[in-house]
Nanobody
Framework: QVQLVESGGGLVQAGGSLRLSCTAS????????MGWYRQTAGKQRELVAR???????NYADSVKGRFTISRDNAKSTVYLQMNSLKQEDTAVYYC?????????WGQGTQVTVSA
């Protein structure tokens, strides 16, 4: 089992920045990759950014050049630095940890970008 605790969401004006954090605990050695997803009402959860244990990253096209995912292995924490935020980035953001048998999710943190 892996437990994930997210923090850093909130309300920000368009063009602003936020940094999300996600700290893992439990069977952290079983984690192969970590990522951030987001979801808005009535839509499917979508991948925002992902980072493997080897440090390889991939991003949704909509956030490339604006968002950066990073990890601090010593702290078992993954970060999502979000710059130049747009109203369409408004969503609940979820942290995900991939393990061989599937994945684990955090509770979600709300990000709201105002005009």
């Amino acid at each position: 089992q892996v437990q994930l605790v997210e923090s850093g969401g909130g309300l920000v004006q368009a063009g602003g920045s936020l940094r999300l954090s996600c700290t893992a605990s439990g069977s952290i050695r079983s984690i192969n990759a970590m990522g951030w997803y987001r979801q808005t009402a009535g839509k499917q959860r979508e991948l925002v950014a992902r980072i493997s244990n080897g440090g390889n990253t991939n991003y949704a096209d909509s956030v490339k050049g604006r968002f950066t995912i990073s990890r601090d292995n010593a702290k078992s924490t993954v970060y999502l630095q979000m710059n130049s935020l747009k109203q369409e980035d408004t969503a609940v953001y979820y942290c995900n940890a991939e393990v061989w048998s599937g994945g684990f999710w955090g509770q979600g943190t709300q990000v709201t970008v105002s005009a």
